[in-house]
């Protein structure tokens, strides 16, 4: 198995500018995460989905940013427009099953910069 | 809610001494408890977790943890480090109301001398 896909590894972009990132969870997973990696507030739980249907989005920083999961292969997480402060290391991850029990599955980031 | 506290944010061993990276909870209820460790650009892989079995739980490449209910601690534990195991770890309580909800510590490092 390839593991968690995460497009791209690294993307730079201006402030206002949209930013798409792109995710593909383990086969068979049920479970997709969206996670964001910053060294002030270390490792934060963005949006939860569960058979493509976000569950908890609380960790969302704002209207600024968006996911989506059309379909069991594939999510996108969206910043429009990007700011600055939303430099960060961006991780999606899967598991099988709704809770925390089973393993999460991290993919190897996408890394953020907005000048 | 539930947090856990990781007391060293540096570590440094030398290869083939003991390593131990200590960790702190809170919790209401009975926890689950995780390590997760994440190598230089890489991403997060699990090396063990307690879910109220055991409380001695073993994780791969030699690493294990001791739940112990009475000090709130997850203390991580290797008995010879290898240079491969310089990376930054993670100790992670998961919410009992929303299972799936993670709460990561804020790492520690380490780092392993030749």
């Known amino acids: 198995d390839a593991g968690v896909i995460q497009s791209p590894r690294h993307e730079v972009t201006e402030m206002g500018q949209e930013v798409t990132l792109r995710c593909k969870p383990i086969s068979g997973h049920n479970s997709l995460f969206w996670y964001r990696q910053t060294m002030m507030r270390g490792l934060e739980l963005l949006i939860y989905f569960n058979n493509n249907v976000p569950i908890d989005d609380s960790g969302m920083p704002e209207d600024r940013f968006s996911a989506k999961m059309p379909n069991a292969s594939f999510s996108t997480l969206k910043i429009q427009p990007s700011e600055p402060r939303d430099s960060a290391v961006y991780f999606c991850?899967?598991?099988?099953?709704?809770?925390?029990?089973?393993?999460?599955?991290f993919g190897p980031g996408t890394r953020l910069t907005v000048l | 809610a539930q947090s856990v506290t990781q007391l060293d944010s540096h570590v440094s061993v030398s290869e083939g001494t003991p390593v131990l990276l200590r960790c702190n909870y809170s919790?209401?209820?009975?926890?689950?408890l995780f390590w997760y460790v994440q190598h230089p650009n890489k991403g997060l892989q699990l090396l063990l977790k307690y879910t109220s079995a055991a409380t001695l739980v073993k994780g791969i490449n030699g690493f294990e943890a001791e739940f112990k209910k009475s000090e709130t601690s997850f203390h991580l534990t290797k008995p010879s480090a290898h240079m491969s195991d310089a990376a930054e770890y993670f100790c992670v309580v998961s919410d009992r109301v929303s299972d799936y909800k993670l709460s990561f510590g804020a790492g520690t490092t380490v780092t392993v001398r030749a």
């Open positions: 919790s209401s209820y009975s926890p689950s």
């Open positions: 991850a899967s598991s099988r099953g709704e809770g925390a029990i089973d393993e999460q599955f």
